[in-house]
């Protein structure tokens, strides 16, 4: 099993998508049954977006509050809808977004030859608490998803195959070292922006490079640790990741200006 998340601000393309009636370029509308619906009256996609987007607007920090993810299976393996949906509830709790406590909307899709259930979750909780937080979540899915398959008896998706220089134990434990500390950092409740995570990780001697378009929008990161370069999305975060974490974490201010390389080697041609 995996899984393949995004975020974003329109409720009803989302659930319109999800149920089957609006598909990609040259696909056509197919069957997508209903699995789960949580704290949402049953209705059709536009009734149940408009009363997601009605409890969003509670919170005027959250800016993307659709949670989108897919749960895809291994091609061939029988999952039954009672899996289905006990792994769409694992994920959510897993994630940080239990059932009780958020709106989920829950479709199967049946246009590939693979099992694969799109979750839909209001990330602004029906109970005032915290929204559920998006950083890093990339980089913890997989262990969710290993427990989730472990949990129900289904086959782990093998891991994408490693190249040699994958496998050098230097380039993973920088790996291992940054994400370690990204995770640290982006966890604090005082967390801000560019310039902060970059003072952060400097005093764990770690060298961090932003990329910018030329509107100032952030588009990359990479690091590197003693002397070692590593791409952001090796370690879960790349820039789209960053931006929407620093946005929330800084909305209302003046963004950090692009913070300049921290190498020491200034030569070095990050991956």
């Known amino acids: 099993m995996i899984a393949k ?13 999800g ?5 990609g370029k040259g696909k056509e ?10 704290n949402v009256i049953p209705g059709s996609p536009m009734e149940m977006a408009q009363e997601m987007k009605g409890m969003a607007s509670r919170s005027r920090k959250v800016q993307k509050p659709v949670w989108h ?3 895809s299976w291994k091609e061939g393996e029988e999952v039954s809808q009672a899996q289905k949906v006990a792994a769409a509830q694992r994920y959510c709790e897993l994630i940080g977004a239990p059932i009780a406590r958020h709106q989920v909307v829950v479709y199967e899709h049946r246009d ?11 990330r602004v909780p029906i109970d005032g608490g915290p929204a559920l937080r998006t950083d890093n979540n990339f980089y913890r899915q997989p262990a969710i998803t290993k427990q989730i398959s472990q949990e ?8 994408r195959r490693r190249s040699i220089k994958d496998l050098d134990p230097m380039k993973e434990a920088a790996r291992d070292q940054i994400g370690q500390a990204l995770q640290d950092a982006l966890s604090r409740s005082d967390r801000g922006g560019e310039e902060w995570l970059a003072t952060q990780l400097h ?20 690091f590197e640790v003693n002397g070692i370069g590593v791409k952001g999305q090796e370690v879960g975060f790349k820039g789209a990741q960053l931006r929407e974490v620093f946005a929330e974490s800084m909305t209302g201010q003046v963004p950090h200006p692009p913070v300049k390389p921290s190498f020491s080697n200034q030569r070095k041609k990050m991956l």
């Not at 149920?19 to 598909?23: L, P, S, T, Y």
């Not at 590939?112 to 209001?122: L, P, S, T």
């Not at 005093?203 to 990479?222: C, E, F, M, N």
Request: positive net charge.
């Open 19 to 23: 149920a089957g009636q609006r598909r």
């Open 29 to 38: 509308p197919g069957e997508a049954p209903l699995l789960v619906v949580s």
């Open 203 to 222: 005093k764990q001697q770690i060298g961090v490079r932003y990329a910018h378009d030329k509107g100032g929008t952030l588009r990359g990161v990479s």
């Open 152 to 159: 129900l008896g289904m086959q782990p998706i093998p891991e």
């Open 69 to 71: 993810t897919v749960l």
């Open 112 to 122: 590939k030859k693979h099992a694969h259930v799109h979750i839909y979750i209001n």
């Open 5 to 17: 998340t995004t975020t974003g601000s329109d409720f009803e393309g989302a659930l319109t998508y």
